[in-house]
Structure formats: C-alpha cells, structure tokens
C-alpha cells in the first residue's frame, strides 16, 4: 500500500490527536463525511451536491428514511473517485431512534478495503 497519496487537514478532531494533518483513508474518509453532512443544495454553484441526510434526522424513522439514506450514501461513495463500494448495510435501530451504517468500501490507489462506519441519531 502507498502511504501519503492523500494529505490534507481538518480541525476536526484537533483536540484528540493534537494535528491537524489527515493521510490516505482518515483524509479521504474525512471528505466522504463532510460530503453527507452537506445539506443537498447548500453549496453555491453546485446544486447537486450534498444529500438530505441533515434533514432526515428530524423525521420519523421509517422505511423511507431508511431508502433515502442508502440511497444519498450510495450516491456519495459513487461520486469520490478514490472509493468504490464493495457493501453497504443500512440497520435501524428502532429502540434507540437511530441508523448504524457500515459500508467497506474499497480506497482504489491505495488497494485497500476498508470500513467506513456511522452512527446516525434521529430526534425523538
């Protein structure tokens, strides 16, 4: 595997790991997150980017939400070019009003599969 194709930074998780510099899969897995919290159409100029995922979460956990989120997250997988999808499992977790996400998803130049894993928490 190629280490350092990718290099970019994020303030993100600053206080944890004390860097703000990103490599490979946390960069790429990094830019695949702000992707799906990007509301769909809040991008100046790019209409078609972003997904209605931020807007799910304050809907009723059903199964056209649950649709709707495998089919923004598969869009989102596809539009990356350094990512292609091998799996992606959309589980609701009706209990705890909330969707895990696992999708192994496979990082092209670097020749690497890996899981790209979410939680998301819906309103009660």
């Known amino acids: 595997m190629k280490s350092g ?3 970019g930074f994020s303030s993100h998780q600053y206080e944890y790991n ?3 510099k990103l490599l490979d899969v946390d ?11 990007t509301r769909l159409g ?16 304050f809907e009723p956990l059903d199964e056209d939400t649950l649709d709707i989120v495998e089919t923004d997250l598969r ?7 350094r990512v292609s999808i091998v799996e992606v ?7 705890q009003n909330a969707i895990i996400v696992n999708a ?17 928490e819906f309103e009660r």
């Open 27 to 37: 960069l790429v897995k990094r830019d695949l997150l702000n992707h799906i919290f």
């Open 42 to 57: 809040e991008r100046v100029c790019q209409a078609q980017f972003g997904t209605r995922i931020p807007d799910l979460l």
């Open 18 to 20: 004390k860097s703000f």
């Open 75 to 81: 869009f989102v997988f596809n539009y990356d070019p």
């Open 5 to 7: 194709l990718y290099n």
């Open 104 to 120: 192994i998803l496979n990082y092209i130049e670097l020749n690497l599969n890996n899981l790209f894993d979410l939680r998301l």
């Open 89 to 95: 499992t959309v589980t609701p977790l009706y209990d």
